[in-house]
């Protein structure tokens, strides 16, 4: 109770509340005449930075070969438990490829851990912002949505081996 003041130990200016209000409207005026930041959206578009961790997605390497070894660890480690892989051995220089990889979008908190655990740099935040569903089914994503080529990630994963 030491620290709040009491009525009759405000002052006569502190009572009537006039030097907030003139506080007040000093910020109001201030802030009025800053320049505008609001984007107007449809027209123009935000084009985020590389550190911007949108919509996750599959690198696809060239030659339509995805990064992807199926480890599971993206899976394991997401918080809203949005990842399922599923994962099958191939014959080719990699043992394994995931058969299905499913993302909910609905689920997904844009994190980014996925992104941090995976050893093969296969799954990456993009700058896609825009998510729209119609319906649920809409929102999960699968293999056909979320491979991506390298070409299109080059920023963003320059920028993951400069943070690391």
Known sequence: ???????????????????????????????MFRPNVTLQYPEQKFTPPASYRGRPVLVEDKG??????ACGLCARVCPALAIEVQASE???????????????????IFCGFCEEV??????????DYELVFSKRS???????K???????????LEFLRNFK
């Open 90 to 108: 191939t014959e080719n220089e990699k043992e394994r490829y995931p058969v299905k990889f499913e993302i909910n979008m609905l689920r997904c």
């Open 64 to 69: 339509n070969a995805e990064r992807c070894v």
């Open 118 to 127: 995976c050893p093969e740099e296969a799954i990456v935040m993009s700058k």
């Open 1 to 31: 109770m030491s620290g709040m003041k009491r009525k009759k130990d405000l002052t006569f200016l502190q009572r009537i509340y006039l030097p907030e209000i003139v506080k007040g409207l000093k910020l109001t005026l201030t802030n």
């Open 146 to 156: 979320l491979l991506v080529p390298i070409d299109n990630l080059k920023d963003r």
């Open 138 to 144: 809409d929102a999960i994503y699968g293999k056909d």
